[in-house]
T-cell receptor, first 114, second 112 residues
Framework: GAVVSQHPSRVICKSGTSVKIECRSL??????MFWYRQFPKQSLMLMATSNEGSKATYEQGVEKDKFLINHASLTLSTLTVTSAHPEDSSFYIC??????????FGPGTRLTVL | DAKTTQPTSMDCAEGRAANLPCNHS???????VYWYRQIHSQGPQYIIHGLKNNETNEMASLIITEDRKSSTLILPHATLRDTAVYYC?????????????FGQGTILTVHP
């Protein structure tokens, strides 16, 4: 299946700073990638759909000005958490299409905002 | 997307088969059944999917009832590394361009 990487795997930042998370599709050209968020002891929640060369589409309740998504190439999508606050602390996971009928997920990025 | 219902948790002895049920009574004719699992602090891992027929791969088998209202994921010889949260998801038209809606899943614990 498709191989998806994320960087960094873990990040700790101060409140008010911005954090960028990268998602790379290593062996598959992905026109579409998805960003999910997972709070402790909860399931994954889709945040946004990242489209190569166009604007991302956000799920209801997700602030597009706070979670900036850039999908500048077929192998890279980035999620920037702007002015991060402790409530943004979460596990962020991206996914990409890996074929006709499957999605493949990255290993996730653990964000802790102090 | 159709909703799925899974038991909250299950236990299994190492080396035995783990049978994880999923109810999807409102599934539409064009919706596939997908199974993913998530080991603690990792991203979800694709396991298997099917439409109508039973499917088998190197990881697991998927048994779908004839009316498609329920399915069972079978891990034939569970190991300790199979301890994870297992998600049953139904989705139409393949997941390549669709949004996956994750429920709470089943926490499978494999005991020595």
């Amino acid at each position: 299946g498709a191989v998806v990487s994320q960087h960094p795997s873990r990040v700790i930042c101060k409140s008010g700073t911005s954090v960028k998370i990268e998602c790379r599709s290593l062996d598959f050209q992905a026109t579409t990638m998805f960003w999910y968020r997972q709070f402790p002891k909860q399931s994954l929640m889709l945040m946004a759909t990242s489209n190569e060369g166009s604007k991302a589409t956000y799920e209801q309740g997700v602030e597009k000005d706070k979670f900036l998504i850039n999908h500048a190439s077929l192998t890279l999508s980035t999620l920037t958490v702007t002015s991060a606050h402790p409530e943004d602390s979460s596990f962020y996971i991206c996914s990409t299409a890996g074929g006709l009928d499957t999605q493949y997920f990255g290993p996730g990025t653990r964000l802790t905002v102090l | 997307d159709a909703k799925t219902t899974q038991p909250t948790s299950m236990d299994c002895a190492e080396g035995r088969a783990a049978n994880l049920p999923c109810n999807h009574s409102t599934i539409s004719g064009n919706e596939y059944v997908y199974w993913y699992r998530q080991i603690h602090s990792q991203g979800p891992q694709y396991i298997i999917h099917g439409l109508k027929n039973n499917e088998t791969n190197e990881m697991a088998s998927l048994i779908i009832t004839e009316d498609r209202k329920s399915s069972t994921l079978i891990l034939p010889h569970a190991t300790l590394r199979d301890t994870a949260v297992y998600y049953c998801i139904v989705d139409a038209g393949g997941t390549s361009y669709g949004k996956l809606t994750f429920g709470q899943g089943t926490i499978l614990t494999v005991h020595p």
